[in-house]
């Protein structure tokens, strides 16, 4: 059980971090949402996980391309829940088009949101982890941070990254309870898949059915979407104290994705 712990989750608005969120909380930890949407079908999420779980809920609507509203976002958790004990650090955007034709600023954006965000969460949030000598820190990286495919450049040297960043902490914090892990899932049914399928319809001349069939589940040899609560499976399981000595590892979730 979580009961007690306070989970600060990047990008639970929606899709993954959302489940992860819902996960954390019914196994009785208070958590912290963030990321955009309607505002009032924010506070309808947020409202519907403390009724459903008992648990507290609190949002911060910090733009995570913004260093400068991270240690804000932080700052929530510790004064609302007294601490942060499990940091998920998944927001992240996606942009698919050829090198030579991507907008810089999608360029800095997805390196901001989906790599450095992770870096500014960790500053702020490893002191209050190291000050209770327990820790969990989850990134949500991808099958895109083993393999590559054209036309996401950016997203895959983010994802790339975050590993490195992962490692890194992992041996930081090694001796203070503290795990630092990585899950990547292969293509999971959520907004964010859905709304690259007309770029890449373009990108590739292909009908939507196309893209489905010979993309994206082309590359999963289950031939099967991830679900989002089997993700949140998995991030509830790395902040057990099961999972005290898997650290610094990069856990696929991808059907056999990376396996080929
Ligand atoms: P999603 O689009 O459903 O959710 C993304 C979340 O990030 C939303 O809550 C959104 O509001 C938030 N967000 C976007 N920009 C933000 C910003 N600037 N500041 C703060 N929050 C912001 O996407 P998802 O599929 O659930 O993706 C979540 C994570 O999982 C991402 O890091 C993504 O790269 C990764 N991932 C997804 C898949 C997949 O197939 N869906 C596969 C592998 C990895």
Redesign the pocket.
Known sequence: SLKGKAAVV????????LAIARGFAKEGANVVL????KPEEIERTRSAIESEFGVKAAYSP????KSDAIGGLIALSVETFGSVDILVN?????YVAPIEEFPVEKWDQIIA??LSSAFHTLRAAVPHMKAKGWGRVIN????HSMVASPYKSAYVAAKHGIVGLTKTAALELATHGITVNCIS????W????ENQIPDTMKARGMTKEQVIEDVLLKAQPTKEFVTVDQVAALAVFLSSDSASQITGANIAMDGGWTAQ
């Open positions: 990047t990008g639970s608005t929606s899709g993954i971090g963030n990321g955009f949407g910090a733009d995570l391309t998944n927001a992240g955007v996606q949101l989906n949500t990286a991808s099958a899932p292969g293509y999971v959520t907004p964010l898949v």
